[in-house]
């Protein structure tokens, strides 16, 4: 149909997925941004330095990501991008506040360590929006809960080609 909106619940939301190629090429480009760091971190520190060795570790985690998207058998079920979607409103959006970031520094308060695949989901999603000149409006009451770092991860998923033009991409 011709739809001015269409509302859903966020568990439903996650429930659609993008298509494996946008997800390997998102990732395969993720990969490119931690191998250049190896690489210059390599130059700087040495090949034994604690962040090589995290990058390393950051690598082997997207590497698996990579290799488990390969691995999963689709259905044919409609994709984020076959449905048109040009604008998103997320209502209570600190729920995605645990956003992965590599980085190469160590002991950041307030910088994701972990993978919260709905936030990665989700900014797969923004990206994808991003590519299209679609939009992004976040609702919620506390974007600042616990640390100055989850402004940032707010702004990679509203802002990140700015933050791209300023180098700050990670």
């Known amino acids: 149909?011709?739809?001015?909106?269409?509302?859903?619940?966020?568990?439903?939301?996650?429930?659609?997925?993008?298509?494996?190629?946008?997800?390997?090429?998102?990732?395969?480009?993720?990969m490119t941004k931690i191998v250049a760091a190896i690489e210059e971190e390599q130059v700087n520190s040495g090949s034994r330095s604690f962040s090589v060795k995290q990058l390393e570790r950051c690598k082997a985690q997207v590497q698996a990501k990579i290799d488990r998207l390969s691995d999963i058998k689709q259905d044919d079920v409609v994709t984020f991008e076959s449905l048109g979607v040009d604008?998103?409103?997320?209502?209570?959006?600190?729920?995605?506040?645990?956003?992965?970031?590599?980085?190469k520094m160590n002991n950041v308060s307030g910088?994701?360590?972990?993978?919260?695949?709905?936030?990665?989901?989700?900014?797969?999603?923004?990206?994808?929006?991003?590519?299209?000149?679609?939009h992004v409006i976040f609702a919620t009451g506390t974007p600042v809960s616990n640390t100055m770092a989850e402004l940032f991860t707010m702004q990679r998923y509203l802002q990140y080609d700015h933050l791209k033009a300023l180098g700050l991409d990670f």
């Open 1 to 30: 149909g011709d739809y001015d909106a269409v509302i859903i619940g966020h568990s439903q939301f996650e429930r659609i997925p993008l298509s494996k190629e946008r997800q390997n090429m998102m990732l395969e480009e993720e």
């Open 111 to 134: 910088v994701s360590q972990t993978d919260a695949k709905k936030s990665t989901d989700l900014f797969l999603k923004t990206q994808y929006l991003d590519s299209i000149g679609g």
């Open 87 to 103: 604008r998103l409103f997320v209502d209570e959006a600190h729920y995605y506040k645990n956003l992965y970031l590599f980085t």
